[in-house]
């Protein structure tokens, strides 16, 4: 069964700190993608990696970077934590190219204060 | 990013009822495809239904099917004899090139027993 992973369900951080969230996918899959979801927004992409070592930016990347060092596990970093990062973060992996879905993780609700 | 339009950010239907709900894009490709994904309060979001561009047969998928417009650029998803279990909010996201999918805000749908 196909299994994308999240560290935290939820996670509270304080302005500044450096934050780390973890997703793990179990699929063997190429590409991995983080998004944000704020209401009325929907989701918008952050990063997304198609290869390990290999990351894009998608369309709001500024305050993140990201990590792939294994195909199986995408970082998300957030340098210094301000509070306009609260939100909710889902992770996603998609097996390449081809019309594939995207398999989500449950999500991390982030909270900085 | 992909403009997505979903114009309806709530919709309530009885339960038994048919409920469609709206979503149009913006691309000029030709080739590319299209989800409806469902995010219940659980926040997991799961594959509604998918559809091919280059198909010209609307795809189904159970109670749920499409109405895909390709000239009109719209793409919207009818929930037939709506059950408690179909209350979520929906996404309508066009996968236009290889990697990304772009979302619409969301539709909050609600049924009634």
């Known amino acids: 069964d196909v299994k994308v992973t999240q560290s935290s369900r939820y996670l509270v951080k304080r302005t500044g700190e450096k934050v780390f969230l973890e997703c793990v996918q179990d699929m063997d899959h190429e590409n991995m993608f983080w998004y944000r979801q704020d209401p009325g927004l929907g989701l918008r992409l952050i990063y997304f990696s198609y290869d390990v070592k290999m990351k894009e930016k998608g369309d709001i990347p500024e305050g993140y970077s990201v990590s792939r060092e294994k195909k199986e596990r995408f970082s998300l970093i957030l340098e210094s934590a301000s509070t306009n990062q609260t939100s909710m973060y889902l992770c996603a992996s998609s097996p390449g190219t081809g019309g594939r879905e995207q398999y989500f993780g449950p999500g991390t609700r982030l909270t900085v204060t | 990013a992909q403009t997505v339009t979903q114009s309806q950010p709530e919709m309530s239907v009885q339960e038994a009822e048919t409920v469609t709900l709206s979503c149009t894009y913006d691309?000029?490709?030709?080739?590319?495809?299209l989800f409806w994904y469902k995010q219940p309060p659980s926040r997991q979001m799961i594959l509604v239904i998918r559809?091919?561009?280059?198909?010209?047969q609307n795809a189904t998928e159970n109670r749920f099917s499409v109405n895909f417009q390709k000239a009109a650029k719209s793409f919207s998803l009818k929930i037939s004899d709506s059950q408690l279990g179909d209350a979520a909010m929906y996404f309508c996201a066009p996968r236009i090139n290889d990697y990304k999918l772009s979302f619409g805000a969301g539709t909050t749908v609600t049924v009634r027993a």
């Open positions: 559809q091919e561009a280059y198909k010209q």
């Open positions: 691309t000029s490709e030709s080739d590319y495809y």
